[in-house]
């Protein structure tokens, strides 16, 4: 069956910076588009980042461009997620999701942002 395991949350300053993983298995890595989306308390889901597997083709939230960075390995059946100058407002649970809106996704990620 489908997984996916996020790790590499916690609570760290504003400024700080934090790397997130997701692990995958279950179905087929290479061409598709794997998304990295978030929800703040209170909020519903926002979609961060994307990439593209096979080509490593990005997108990013204007919220985030410039300060996060999508990868992936295709040998490990992997996406991360590279947070710097993270700020209060990245508070959210953090989810790795084979669609943008976040319908399959993984059990999610705690960040905290807070001084």
């Known amino acids: 069956q489908v997984q996916l395991v996020e790790s590499g949350g916690g609570l760290v300053q504003p400024g700080e910076s934090l790397r997130l993983s997701c692990v995958t298995s279950?179905?087929?890595?290479?061409?598709?588009?794997m998304y990295w989306v978030r929800q703040a308390p209170g909020k519903g889901l926002e979609r961060v980042s994307s990439?593209?597997?096979?080509?490593?083709?990005?997108s990013y939230a204007d919220s985030v461009r410039g300060r996060f960075t999508i990868s992936r390995d295709n040998a490990k059946n992997a996406v991360y997620l590279q947070m710097n100058s993270l700020k209060s407002e990245d508070t959210a649970v953090y989810y790795c999701?084979?669609?943008?809106?976040?319908?399959?996704r993984g059990q999610g990620t705690q960040v905290t942002v807070s001084s």
């Open positions: 990439i593209y597997t096979s080509t490593g083709s990005t």
């Open positions: 999701a084979l669609d943008p809106l976040g319908d399959s």
């Open positions: 279950g179905f087929t890595f290479s061409h598709r588009w």
